[in-house]
C-alpha cells in the first residue's frame, strides 16, 4: 500500500551524476514502491537541481532498516562535530 506521503525541501550542497558535480538545491522525499531496489517499498530520496534539467538528479532508494540507519548515522556524525566547524560550514558564513 503507497502511503503517498512526499516531503519536499529547499537545501544547499553538491550532488555528482553522469555528468560530474553539480549544485542540488531540492529534496524529495517519500516512502513508496521502488524503481530498481529489490524490496516491496523502499524511503525514496531525490537531490536534485529542477534548473539543471533531469540529469540533476541523485536518487536513492533504501529499505526502511537502512534508511533509519543511515538517519541515526548522519544525526550522530552531525552531533559529534564541533560547534564552531558547525558554525564556519554554515551558507551565511562562507
Known amino acids: 500500500m503507497c502511503t503517498y506521503q512526499t516531503e519536499?525541501?529547499?537545501l544547499s550542497g553538491s550532488g555528482k551524476g553522469a555528468d560530474?558535480?553539480?549544485p542540488?538545491?531540492?529534496a524529495t522525499v517519500y516512502f513508496?514502491?521502488?524503481v530498481h531496489a529489490p524490496a516491496e517499498h523502499t524511503l525514496n530520496v531525490d537531490l536534485l537541481n529542477p534548473g539543471r534539467g533531469a540529469a540533476a538528479r541523485v536518487?536513492?532508494?533504501l529499505d526502511p532498516a537502512a534508511a533509519r540507519r543511515l538517519a541515526t548515522t548522519i544525526l550522530a556524525?552531525?552531533?559529534s562535530a564541533p560547534a564552531a566547524v558547525l558554525a564556519a560550514s554554515?551558507?551565511?558564513a562562507q
Do not use: I
Open 59 to 61: 536518487a536513492m532508494e
Open 8 to 10: 519536499m525541501l529547499e
Open 24 to 26: 542540488v538545491t531540492k
Open 32 to 34: 513508496d514502491h521502488p
Open 90 to 92: 554554515q551558507p551565511s
Open 77 to 79: 556524525v552531525l552531533d
Open 20 to 22: 560530474g558535480w553539480f
